[in-house]
């Protein structure tokens, strides 16, 4: 008589292979995702960018007029005098309510520089973005925006 042993469970080397199937899978979907989320936080940044540029085109335009240039003569326009007042930082508030970062939703406009470039007039922006992190960013005319460093 031939006595049939009722087989219940899965063999230790199934199991083994499944998890070794599971292993190959992750690393190879892992890295991946990693990048996508990488390239996500870039993208952000870039908008990040894109609005401080939208901002600053707003308030040059309405602190220009509230700034008197009148004993600098008529050619003077000191565009530091504009960032100071977007940054908030004059020697009465040093440490002021930062009016970029107040519309952007950032969580501070660290500074601001322009500079007329061969391609055109050109910020470059340094803040920290609402993750922490520090941006670097040069902005170009016409919003093109290329991310320099990120810490």
């Known amino acids: 008589m031939i006595k049939r042993f009722n087989k219940k469970g ?27 989320v990488e390239e996500a936080k870039k993208e952000k940044y870039i908008a990040e960018a894109k609005a401080i540029y939208t901002v600053i085109q707003v308030e040059e335009a309405r602190l220009e007029n509230e700034i008197d240039y009148t004993d600098k003569g008529d050619s003077y326009h000191n565009m530091e005098d504009i960032y100071k007042k977007l940054r908030n930082n004059t020697a009465d508030n040093p440490d002021g309510e930062n009016i970029i970062s107040n519309k952007v939703g950032i969580k501070s406009m660290d500074w601001i520089y322009s500079n007329e ?35």
């Open 10 to 36: 899965f063999t230790l080397v199934e199991i083994i292979v499944v998890l070794v199937i599971l292993a190959i899978l992750a690393a190879i979907a892992v890295p991946s995702v990693l990048g996508y």
């Open 117 to 151: 470039s061969k391609d055109g007039y050109v910020y470059l922006l340094h803040w920290t973005s609402d993750d922490g992190k520090k941006i670097q960013a040069e902005l170009y005319k016409n919003k093109q925006v290329k991310i320099t460093s990120i810490k």
